[in-house]
Nanobody
């Protein structure tokens, strides 16, 4: 059974940094597009950052450009999201997703359970 597991969330003050990691097991990680989504209270889930299976195409939401950096390590089946300059607006549950469609919020994706990121003002 495929497992997608996020780690690294928590509570941080505004202006601080966090590094989220996602590990995927029992799937051919190297051929999957990967993405981070987030859902804040009362809001729809949105794509934060996406990376193609080759790693040559990336997407960042306008709200995180210049602050967040995504990377993937295919050898370790790991996806990372370095988040700098965090603001209270970044508070949300962050989800890691592996899918065959790039940057798609699809029920066909393999989803992690989500991890809380809270930024205090």
């Amino acid at each position: 059974q495929v497992q997608v597991v996020e780690s690294g969330g928590g509570l941080v003050q505004a202006g601080g940094s966090l590094r989220l990691s996602c590990t995927a097991s029992r799937l051919p990680f190297v051929v999957y597009h990967m993405a981070w989504f987030r859902q804040a209270p009362g809001k729809e889930r949105e794509a934060v950052s996406c990376i193609s299976w080759r790693g040559d195409t990336t997407y960042y939401a306008d709200s995180v450009k210049g602050r967040f950096t995504m990377s993937r390590d295919n050898a370790k089946s790991t996806l990372n999201l370095q988040m700098n300059g965090l603001t209270p607006e970044d508070t949300a549950i962050y989800y890691c997703a592996a899918g065959t469609a790039y940057c798609s919020d699809s029920t066909d994706n393999f989803w992690g359970q989500g991890i809380q990121v809270t930024v205090s003002s």
